[in-house]
C-alpha cells in the first residue's frame, strides 16, 4: 500500500513540476504546443505527465497555436519584417501546422504589401550605404532583402524604383 501512495505522490509532484515549466515557457512570449512539447522532452519528463499538462493548457486557452501564430506574424511584421515565405517557414520550425500557417499568412501579407515592407525596408537599409559606390549599395540590398526571404522579382521591382538613372551616385528619396 505505501509503494502505490509512494508512486502516486511522485507522479502528482511530476505534474506539479511540468505545470511550473510549461508557466515558465508561456511568461516570456507565446508557444506553440510542438515547442512546448520538445521544450518538456529535452526536461526528461514522461509523455504521459507531457501530454496530461499541455491538454489542460489547451482547454485553458493558454496554448494555441492559431493564437501563438497571429502573434508570431504581427511581431515579426512590426519590428523583424519578413517575406512571408520565410515567416512561414519559421512557424513550421515552431511546430505550427503548414496549412494553418499557410491561411493566416495569406490572411496578413498580401504581396502588395510584401512589395512595400521590402521597399521600406531598402529605404531604411540604404542609409547605412551612402558612402558606398552605386554597384556596392546595390549588391548589398540584394543580399540584404534576400537574407529576409523577399523574392528576386520583389528585389528588382523595388531596386528599380529605389535606383533611378537620374541619381548619379546615391538612391533617390532617402531622407
Do not use: H
Amino acid at each position: 500500500m505505501k509503494d502505490r501512495t509512494e508512486c502516486a505522490r511522485g507522479q502528482d509532484k511530476e505534474r506539479i513540476n511540468v505545470r511550473r515549466a510549461i508557466f515558465r515557457l508561456l511568461a516570456s512570449r507565446d508557444r506553440s504546443r510542438e515547442e512546448v512539447v520538445r521544450k518538456l522532452k529535452e526536461k526528461k519528463f514522461r509523455p504521459e505527465a507531457i501530454a496530461g499538462e499541455v491538454e489542460w493548457f489547451e482547454n485553458q486557452g493558454l496554448i494555441d497555436d492559431r493564437k501563438f501564430a497571429r502573434s508570431w506574424i504581427f511581431f515579426r511584421l512590426r519590428f523583424r519584417p519578413r517575406a512571408a515565405g520565410l515567416i512561414g517557414r519559421e512557424l513550421r520550425e515552431k511546430g505550427v501546422a503548414p496549412e494553418l500557417a499557410d491561411q493566416l499568412l495569406r490572411q496578413e501579407i498580401t504581396p502588395e504589401k510584401e512589395v512595400e515592407m521590402a521597399r521600406e525596408l531598402a529605404r531604411r537599409r540604404c542609409r547605412a550605404y551612402r558612402k558606398d559606390d552605386r554597384f556596392s549599395a546595390r549588391r548589398k540590398l540584394v543580399a540584404y532583402l534576400g537574407r529576409r526571404g523577399f523574392s528576386y522579382s520583389t528585389i528588382s521591382a523595388v531596386l528599380a524604383e529605389i535606383f533611378t538613372d537620374e541619381f548619379d551616385g546615391y538612391p533617390e528619396n532617402i531622407s
